[in-house]
């Protein structure tokens, strides 16, 4: 047989076996995948009006203080007042021992019984010159002087009773029956503060009131008119006053320390709810912003540099992360000032599963419900 008579029975063997493994590599090859769609709650960015706010941290403090003091030494005989309770101009509060006080009006009154019939008498002879006009001159001025005498006398006895200077009410009592006092003593007996109506001083930067004042000026807000000037007031519990204040007046110089202005409102206070040294929110109003855009916080992520972004639907169905300029919160949003523009979808729901150039499909967010009626702070 000759040498090379199998070779190609060999060759028919090895063929198979090669087609299989082929084969197997062909069906085995990776097939590219089609990246999922991404489903997510959008929220589209409107242009709108908005009254803006400024939430300022304040103090309340009484509208008059009067402290009471003694204008006459003497034994407190009487308190007359309940402590904590209100009182009128001129009701009286306190009695001091008048006993030495009338004495010497009773003294007063007699001098001045002398003084003037000496004087009439004086008169009377001067005209057929049996007395000098030195003479008279001198019973005349003794006179006056003894009525004087009297009205210094007459108005210390009505020290003796210690009067309220103001309406108010009327602190704990410093002193009691038996405590001797005396004029211009450094302590106050009590104090009388007048809380109807109610002072409320806050603090703002003067950097806030020059951008506010350049922001008017420019047109980018609006003045709100006579509201300019009105206040709403939030406790230091979190609840509403309900009634609004009036904005009075500003610091005419600026704090050296913390480089702000105090602003002073007047509140109405007939239920005397606000007490002096209460903590409170004062809520100032600064304007019409005609084309705010608002975007809700839950849109917002900010980055490592604590940059504010927020993923942007684009047209072809495809998102990318913008950085935003945040102004201010206003309730639960954030007012925008560069970075997205009226029209745009920012993505509120399904935030976690986006990377840029993720395909997504968009849907009404459920968790975009802006509310606006949150005091409004600035960053």
């Known amino acids: ?119 009439e008498r004086y008169e009377r002879l001067l005209r057929t010159n049996a007395v000098s006009r030195q003479q008279y001159d001198d019973a005349q001025a003794a006179y006056k002087q003894a009525q004087a005498s009297v009205e210094v006398a007459r108005i210390n006895v009505q020290y003796t009773h210690v009067l309220s200077p103001i309406t108010g009410r009327i602190g704990r009592s410093a002193v009691t029956e038996g405590a001797l006092v005396t004029n211009g003593q450094a302590q106050e007996l009590a104090t009388v503060n007048q809380l109807d109506p109610i002072y409320v001083d806050v603090t703002q930067p003067i950097t806030r009131i020059l951008a506010l004042q350049r922001a008017l000026e420019s047109g980018s807000l609006q003045s709100t008119g006579k509201n300019q000037a009105q206040v709403t007031l939030t406790l230091d519990d979190g609840s509403a006053y309900p009634l609004p204040g009036t904005l009075k007046f500003s610091e005419v110089s600026v704090d050296e320390g913390t480089g702000s202005v105090t602003l002073r409102a007047e509140f109405p206070n007939p239920g005397r709810k606000l007490l002096p040294g209460m903590f409170v929110h004062a809520q100032l109003q600064e304007g019409v912003a005609q084309s705010a855009k608002l975007v809700p916080q839950s849109a917002i992520v900010f980055d490592s540099r604590g940059k504010a972004t927020a993923w942007v639907v684009k047209p072809d169905q495809s998102v990318e992360l913008r950085e935003l300029q945040t102004l201010r919160t206003v309730g639960n949003a954030f007012l925008i000032g560069t970075g997205v523009e009226p029209g745009d979808q920012v993505v509120t729901q399904g935030i976690q599963s986006l990377h840029d150039g993720s395909k997504v499909k968009p849907s009404q967010a459920t968790n975009a419900a802006l ?9």
């Open 1 to 119: 047989m000759p040498v090379n008579s199998f070779r190609p029975s060999r060759a028919l063997h090895i063929l198979p076996f090669t087609a299989l493994l082929l084969a197997g590599c062909q069906k085995n090859e990776p097939v590219a995948a089609t990246p999922p769609v991404i489903n997510v709650g959008v929220y589209t960015v409107k242009a709108q009006p908005l009254t803006l706010t400024n939430d300022l941290p304040g103090r309340t403090s009484a509208y008059r203080v009067a402290e009471v003091r003694p204008q006459v030494n003497g034994i407190v005989q009487q308190r007359l007042f309940s402590e904590g309770s209100e009182v009128k101009k001129g009701d009286q509060l306190y009695q001091i021992d008048p006993a030495t006080y009338k004495a010497e009006l009773n003294r007063a009154q007699a001098n001045l019984t002398s003084a003037q019939n000496l004087a």
């Open 371 to 379: 509310v606006t009626a949150f005091t409004a702070a600035a960053n």
